[in-house]
């Protein structure tokens, strides 16, 4: 019989994250302060973040213990199972072999609450009571909101105000959750208010939010800040994602030759493939292809220059090296808003630089034409973040198709795309461009019938 699933019982949760600073041939650059320009130290990090993920920002320990708290919510959803994509194999008519590690069944829908619940258990632990964090389309939102759910934390989210309009589902997602959201800029703080003193209509911006939601977390009491992507720790518990795929991949008694996912930030992909870089960097396995997919709205690493510069367009934030477009860079508004930040990861960064990894980028209509392809073969509806790393495979395994290489190719697959319907309905319209309406046809098809009067 062949097998669709590989599971992993309850008891192969990950008992540790995989730091892979001590192993990188030359890690990242330290951040530097937003003002001074100075190196930064823990002390200038802790009004924003607790002490705990302070230290694991900068750990030089291989192997981080997951509290057992953390593996216990992990169980509602993890491990995740890893999927064999025959049916988009025989789509595709391709000799590779293709696997997706499927992080949609999360309760919001990503990989982002493997980090989300990990955060607020280490404020919870500080005593904190209150978190407060920016987001996007709502992705990160939702999944902190999950995490403050579950260890009684209030939480704020500064939700950037087109996505608030646009996006009603994932506010009201987080609001179930018991999250208070409000669009930013917002008149809750000074950053807000001055932004809405120069332009009353503006549409926000992620920049925009970050410093709305910082500047709450130094001043209320109790209350700390919430980072969904790019910094190390948060790569760092993302890698329960490649450590259960790597003894998935075994028990399917197949090993990677190409590794793909998307990058917006960074996190899922570095999760995803970074317990597997060693065997690379050690020359075990030379030859491992570990393909990056951006958009080519925000090529950040195919188009950006490796550079400090600041994390948010306020300057609040650190400055770190990384391949970027500037802090003052605004995407076209593509539907992918997890691919919408100007850098990326210094983890990723360092590792593009000494060519270890690589990249590709694509425009919009390519990767919805993949995931619409994916669909029908496999069912999945993908997150347009997703989609991305979904046309990169499938590009590789139509080169397999032409050269007969058996390739194993391995798919991070981030999130399900439910509340982007509208960016499916966008595409499959714009789809219907070249499409002949019915009109003449049916007139045609109709001609011999009597006409009667309506
Ligand atoms: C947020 C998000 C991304 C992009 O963030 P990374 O930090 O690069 O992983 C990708 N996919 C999904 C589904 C997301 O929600």
């Excluded at 996505?163 to 409000?182: F, N």
């Excluded at 800029?185 to 992620?206: F, H, K, M, N, W």
């Excluded at 008694?253 to 317990?275: E, H, K, R, T």
């Excluded at 060519?355 to 619409?372: C, D, G, H, T």
């Amino acid at each position: 019989m062949e097998e669709y699933k590989i599971f992993l019982p309850e008891g192969e949760i990950p008992t540790h994250w995989y730091n892979v600073l001590p192993d990188l041939p030359s890690p990242p650059p330290p951040y530097l302060h937003p003002i001074t320009l100075e190196p930064m130290g823990p002390d200038d990090l802790a009004p924003v973040f607790p002490m705990e993920l302070i230290k694991q920002e900068v750990s030089r320990e291989r192997w981080i213990e997951i509290p057992e708290e953390v593996r216990e919510v992990y169980k509602l959803w993890r491990p995740t199972p890893l999927y064999r994509a025959r049916r988009w194999e025989k789509a595709l008519d391709t000799p590779a072999r293709i696997y997706y590690k499927w992080e949609g069944v999360s309760p919001p829908g990503s990989h982002k609450p493997n980090t989300a619940v990990a955060q607020a258990y280490y404020n919870k632990m500080e005593g904190q009571t209150r978190l407060t964090t920016e987001t996007g389309a709502g992705q990160w939102g939702s999944a902190l909101a999950f995490g403050c759910a579950l260890f009684g934390l209030e939480l704020k989210v500064y939700m950037v105000r087109i996505s608030y309009e646009q996006k009603p589902y994932r506010r009201i997602m987080m609001e179930t959750w018991g999250a208070e959201v409000v669009p930013s800029p917002s008149q809750d703080t000074e950053a807000g208010r001055r932004i809405l003193a120069q332009d009353p209509e503006t549409s926000g911006s992620l920049g925009i939010a970050i410093s709305e939601a910082m500047e709450d977390a130094v001043t209320t009491e109790g209350t700390k800040y919430s980072l969904g992507s790019v910094v190390n720790h948060v790569l760092m518990h993302q890698t329960v994602v490649g450590l259960e795929t790597k003894k998935q991949l075994e028990m399917a008694g197949d090993y990677p030759d190409i590794l793909v996912g998307c990058v917006g930030g960074g996190s899922n992909f570095a999760g995803f493939f970074l317990p597997f870089i060693k065997e690379k960097i050690d020359g075990t396995k030379p030859n491992l292809r570990i393909v990056c997919a951006e958009s080519m709205a925000c090529p950040s690493l195919t188009k950006g220059l490796y550079a400090y510069d600041w994390g948010d367009t306020g300057k609040m934030g650190p400055v770190a090296k990384m391949h970027t477009l500037g802090h003052t860079f605004i995407p076209a508004p593509i539907h992918a808003g997890g691919l919408r930040y100007h850098g990326m990861a210094p983890i990723i960064c360092a590792l593009y630089d000494q060519k270890l990894i690589e990249a590709v980028a694509f425009y919009q209509n390519s990767v919805f034409e993949a995931a619409v392809h994916f669909a029908q073969a496999e069912g999945f509806l993908a997150a347009p973040e997703s989609a991305h790393a979904i046309k990169a495979v499938m590009d590789e395994a139509l080169r397999c198709k032409e050269s007969g290489e058996e390739k194993v190719i391995v798919l991070a697959f981030s999130g399900h795309g439910h509340f982007d319907l509208a960016a499916y309905e966008a595409y499959l319209a714009s789809q219907l461009e070249d499409y002949e309406y019915p009109g003449e046809k049916v007139k045609e098809a109709l001609k011999d019938l009597p006409k009667v009067a309506v």
